[in-house]
């Protein structure tokens, strides 16, 4: 009997066992993370006073004694205060920002993403009874509108991550939510300074920066 499991462990480890590699996404924002493979198919929520994690697991392959494999995914990525952003061979960031990336994972690694704030924000819940057929927004820095989202159906929401202000670069926004009656409203002008991690959220009863 002890012949017959001695060879059952040996089998398993030249015929090779299921594995996964484990993605932990740690939020440490105050508001929602989007991630997911390929697509942002799961949602990690904020909070203040705690950095909530979820994890994603990956099939790599069966598992040998000879053999270790890598497996590639594009892994998308972002938040309503962050973004991904390049860094150099030295780890200094260079100010250009992403949403999706390859990430080659190893059998059985777990792979822990820090979430750290990037940008302030501005996110739209429709529940003006009508189509948005836009949200756009210009700063004092800036020469004209600019285009966050379109086509907001009734009941949807969307958001933009916005350059924050800070004492070296003064920035104050302006939003209009367009109807698809062509109707259309103003939130913000000057004072809406937006800090790192603060998001300008709009509805039909408010609009208020938290």
Same mark, same amino acid.
């Given at each position: 009997?002890?012949?017959?499991?001695?060879?059952?462990?040996?089998?398993?480890?030249?015929?090779?066992?299921?594995?996964e590699?484990?993605? =932990?996404?740690?939020?440490?924002?105050?508001?929602?993370?989007?991630?997911g493979?390929?697509?942002?198919?799961?949602?990690?929520?904020?909070?203040?006073?705690?950095?909530?994690?979820?994890?994603?697991?990956?099939?790599?392959?069966?598992?040998?004694?000879?053999?270790?494999?890598?497996?590639? +995914?594009?892994?998308?990525l972002?938040?309503?205060t962050?973004?991904?952003?390049?860094?150099?061979?030295?780890?200094?960031?260079?100010?250009?920002?992403?949403? #999706?990336? %390859?990430?080659?994972? %190893?059998?059985?690694? +777990?792979?822990?993403?820090y979430?750290?704030?990037?940008?302030?924000? +501005?996110?739209v #819940?429709?529940?003006? %009874?009508?189509?948005?057929?836009?949200?756009?927004?210009?700063?004092?820095?800036?020469?004209?509108?600019?285009?966050?989202?379109s086509?907001?159906? +009734?009941?949807e929401?969307?958001?933009? %991550?916005? =350059?924050?202000?800070?004492?070296?670069?003064?920035?104050?926004?302006?939003?209009?939510?367009?109807?698809a009656?062509?109707?259309?409203?103003?939130?913000?002008?000057?004072?809406?300074?937006?800090?790192?991690?603060?998001?300008?959220?709009?509805?039909?009863?408010?609009?208020?920066?938290?």
């Open positions: 009997m002890k012949n017959i499991l001695m060879l059952s462990s040996c089998l398993l480890l030249i015929l090779g066992c299921a594995s590699a484990e993605i =932990k996404v740690i939020n440490r924002t105050n508001h929602n993370i989007y991630f493979i390929d697509q942002p198919n799961h949602v990690l929520a904020g909070a203040e006073e705690s950095n909530p994690t979820k994890s994603i697991y990956v099939d790599t392959g069966k598992k040998t004694l000879f053999s270790a494999k890598t497996t590639t +995914v594009d892994f998308y972002e938040g309503e962050f973004l991904m952003q390049m860094s150099d061979d030295y780890g200094n960031v260079t100010g250009d920002f992403f949403n #999706l990336t %390859q990430l080659d994972l %190893q059998q059985d690694e +777990v792979r822990k993403v979430c750290d704030p990037t940008h302030a924000g +501005v996110k #819940l429709n529940n003006f %009874q009508q189509t948005i057929s836009s949200l756009q927004y210009t700063a004092n820095n800036l020469d004209s509108l600019q285009t966050a989202f086509n907001l159906a +009734v009941g929401d969307d958001f933009q %991550q916005l =350059k924050y202000y800070s004492l070296g670069d003064t920035i104050y926004y302006s939003f209009q939510l367009n109807f009656d062509g109707s259309s409203q103003n939130y913000g002008g000057p004072g809406t300074l937006l800090l790192k991690d603060q998001l300008f959220y709009i509805d039909a009863e408010t609009a208020t920066s938290d």
